[in-house]
């Protein structure tokens, strides 16, 4: 299966289900964190999704430029859980950053990631650009990808 890129108009009511099903049972159910997941960003966003005998096990939401954040970003970063350890993941992060890339060629990429996945994101090329806070009771920190014009 390929990588799929839907903006939101373009998502199905199932693909749509789904994405909001994985967000609430990975970050509200399993990490226990009670926080608002619906925040209107959805609709003027990019949703990257990879997709296994007609079910979504991989998905994120790529933000533009001044929609949340001044620089581009990305999160609600979920990989169903029979799939995590796979490699998955990475190519999930790579791929919306190529496409982040594609789209806003001079873009910064700007995230509050979860904080025992610094490391993971630092071998992208992120840095850390804050001190270790908690976020909707989890420990997460601000990181940023500087892009660099070739």
């Known amino acids: 299966m390929a990588w799929t890129v839907k903006e939101f108009n373009e998502l199905t009511t199932t693909e749509l289900y789904q994405i909001i099903q994985h967000r609430v049972n990975i970050f509200i159910v399993e990490q226990q964190s009670i926080y ?3 925040d209107d960003h959805d609709q003027n966003s990019l949703h990257i999704l990879y997709k296994e005998e007609g079910r979504i096990v991989a998905y994120a939401r790529l933000l533009p430029p001044g929609e949340k954040y001044e620089e581009a970003s990305f999160g609600r970063v979920v990989v169903a859980k029979e799939k995590r350890g ?6 999930l ?5 190529q496409l982040a890339k594609e789209r806003w060629a ?7 990631a ?5 490391k993971f994101y630092q071998e992208f090329g992120f840095e850390a650009v804050s001190e270790p806070y908690d976020y909707d009771n989890v420990p997460h ?3 940023l990808y500087a892009a660099i014009d070739v």
């Open 106 to 112: 001079t873009a910064n990429i700007f995230i509050q």
């Open 141 to 143: 920190i601000d990181m």
């Open 114 to 118: 979860q904080h025992y996945l610094k």
């Open 86 to 91: 796979t490699g998955l993941g990475k190519e």
């Open 36 to 38: 608002e997941d619906l």
């Open 93 to 97: 992060i790579a791929f919306t950053m």
